[in-house]
């Protein structure tokens, strides 16, 4: 898979996920953009990709809007972009009959409308490029209900499966794919829950541990990559066997 010369936007790298994937993508040579509400992490990638870091609010349209605009100005093109930014509210995310509407209105805000903002500015870019490929973080809590939900994290992770089709029939004769990933259980600093309970955890995963960012970098860079050149508007589920066993 060969990245050298390309240039990403990968939304949520402070951390987890994100920070991997855009690690990834730096060490087999393409540019990347780095953006996040969190400050810049360390331990980025030394190359030989190049990198560039945006501190901001991703569900702000004219934050997003400079920074991508700004990353295909500073690398001269841009040919991905990664939604990799979620939030997890846990006990105040509960069932919609009883959620705070704020916490609501906030949960959406961050796993649904930044994928929009940055989809809407990426795309016209890709078509600049002459095509592009996105990849959409969503979850395997989008395909199930729970016995304990959180009912505003699956309603917006449910969506983004709906938005990426309709994105990948769009735009597929720019030459534009649109795919998703589905993560499983994985140890990421959202799941700091699980630390020290990992083997615990890992008893209801068939391949029997957890997975890691690393797994859901590996499963991205394919999609991204023109190995996957012919999959468009597809979900790609990365969870260790979990789905397969009910």
Known sequence: MSFLGKVAFVAGAGGG?????????????AHVALADIKPKPEN????????INFCGDLTNDEFVRKSINETAEVFGRLDYLVNSLGLLLFDQDVSLLDIDLEVWDRVIEVNLKSFVLTTRHAVPLMRDTGGGA??????????????????????AKGAILSMSKSIAIQFALDNIRSNVILPG??????????????????????????GTTQDQA?????????????????????DGGVNADV
């Not at 996920?17 to 040579?29: K, P, R, S, V």
């Not at 829950?193 to 083997?199: F, L, P, Q």
């Open 44 to 51: 980025i990638a030394v190359g030989p990709g190049k990198n």
């Open 185 to 210: 259980g994985t140890m990421s600093p959202m799941q700091e829950r699980w630390k020290g309970r990992e083997d615990e955890v890992a008893k209801g995963i068939p391949l029997g541990r957890l």
């Open 134 to 155: 996105i990849v959409h973080f969503s979850s395997c809590q989008a395909l199930r209900g729970d016995a304990k939900p959180q009912d505003a994290y699956g309603a």
């Open 17 to 29: 996920m994100g920070f991997n994937i855009a690690n990834a993508l730096i060490a087999e040579g």
């Open 218 to 238: 590996n499963a991205c860079l394919f999609l991204l990559s023109d190995k996957a050149s012919y999959i468009t508007g597809a979900e790609l589920i990365v």
